[in-house]
């Protein structure tokens, strides 16, 4: 709007009658003919000076509401996929690589956001505003118009054609290499210890330099490429321009006119070359990322999918347990293996019983747990509780369960936060906690702490003792309320005097809870109510 307006400048420039005021309607031309330059020349510098206060506003609304669109959807993006991935079949978490997920999680969808998705919106503003500008220019000069329009569009299908697959390679390259960064971040983090004990800090930080570097470079040729058309898009413009007005010329026109379509056409390259270098840079982009959209689609596609499977499968039934757990043929291998490694299980579990189940270092003890939690299906074979299968009413049937792992994992919060798990401040029930921090005997030590439950446990537990981490573990368990409290290897951790206390002390607080434990070491399961040995088949033993 404000470019069109430089044309009654421009017959200021020459002569009132030029023919630049052809293009407006007649009685346009005869009242502006009549007026003098200085009235005209003021006129359109109030002109301007409203139209541009007006643009300015309204660009910078517009520039606030689409920032607060695009980075709004990027936190809402972020958010579903990462309670899609909590919701996902434990399986799935077993097969995918936690560092794709993060990666997926942070850096893609970043990317999606800003280069995707504004940019997309910045590409329709553009295309708008571009058909407008060439509209106009199309109105003064059809035929040249056309001509220019056609040289740069064939400038820029070529160089896409040229270099689509080069584009799309180094996306790939971009994506692959920013998943194995944060691959190499986690494992580097997470075994610290053993780096400064063993003096690894090179080993790790060249493999990170190593795909740094990777990264950028494909970074770089990316980025290189976006500026390319902008240069060429300037240099074919102008080389069309001086073509063009030859040609113009051979065909007999004026001088005048030659100048004037000059004049108006480079006004109009002025603001349409950045426009069609920011749309052949979209249509990059979207080459460049299209691993990124790839990856979400697949992702919010494959866990819509297991949800559909969780709807359909999940009938509401009603499970109890009040008398016994029965499992029945249990067949269960994963995919990766040819053999199962739980073939024809049979054994039962009465209410209140404590179990112990031990066996070998793979012979399928924890896949088991799994199995019982619900958290994985046997290939053949059921779990009934009371003579119901839980798989009619898995979230119901998860709610009586509370499972402490081997390895307790803690976050970086307080000892309150942690034992209640995943409960919102004001909702956590404070007796709750130290009824239960009294049951598994950490009142004494707790009370020692200047913050009481309100101290920090640092990340992963780093302020407090092994032992002390496997009781908040159980005090985490207790807190639910189950009827079922299921311990994989908790003890595996703790010397031997500090596990003959831990497991003493867990039959003072057995009451009406139904346990079992998982355990290598026969030599602490001598008090359970039955043992079971895992040899591909099993053995029941009354202890």
Known sequence: MGISLIVPFLAILTEQNSNILNIFPENFSIYYKSLPKEKIFVGGIIIFFIIYLFKSIYLLFFNLKLNQFVFKSEASLCNLLFRKYLKSPYLFHLKENSSILIRNLTEEIHLFSEGILLQGLIFLAEVFISFFLLAFLIYINPKSTILIIFMISLIAFIFIILMRKKIKFWGDRRQYFGGSIIRQISEGFGSIKEIILYKKQNFFSNNLKLFAERKAKSSILQNFFVGVPRLTFEFFAILAILIVSSFMLYLNYTLEQVIQFVVIFGIICFRLLPASNRILNFIQISIY???????????????????????????????????????????????????????????????????GIMGKSGSGKSSLINIIMGLVSPHSGKILSDGIDISENLPIWQNKIS????DVFLINDTIKKNIAFGVPSEEIDNDKIDYVIEKVFLKDFVNELPEKSDTIVGEKGSNISGGQKQRLGIARALYRNPEILILDESTSSLDKSTEEKFIDDLFKIKENLTIIFISHNKEILKNFDKLIEIKNKIENKKI
Not at 315 to 326: A, D, H, V
Not at 403 to 406: C, G, L, N, R, W
């Open 403 to 406: 499972f402490v792992p081997q």
């Open 289 to 355: 990322h299209k691993s990124v959209i790839d990856v979400i689609h697949k992702q919010l596609f494959l866990i819509n999918q297991f949800e559909k499977k969780k709807e359909i499968s999940n009938n509401k039934k009603t499970i109890q347990f009040n008398k016994i757990i029965s499992l029945e043929n249990i067949k269960f291998k994963y995919e990766t293996q040819n053999k199962f490694i739980l073939d024809d299980i049979n054994f039962d579990i009465k209410k209140n019983e404590a179990i």
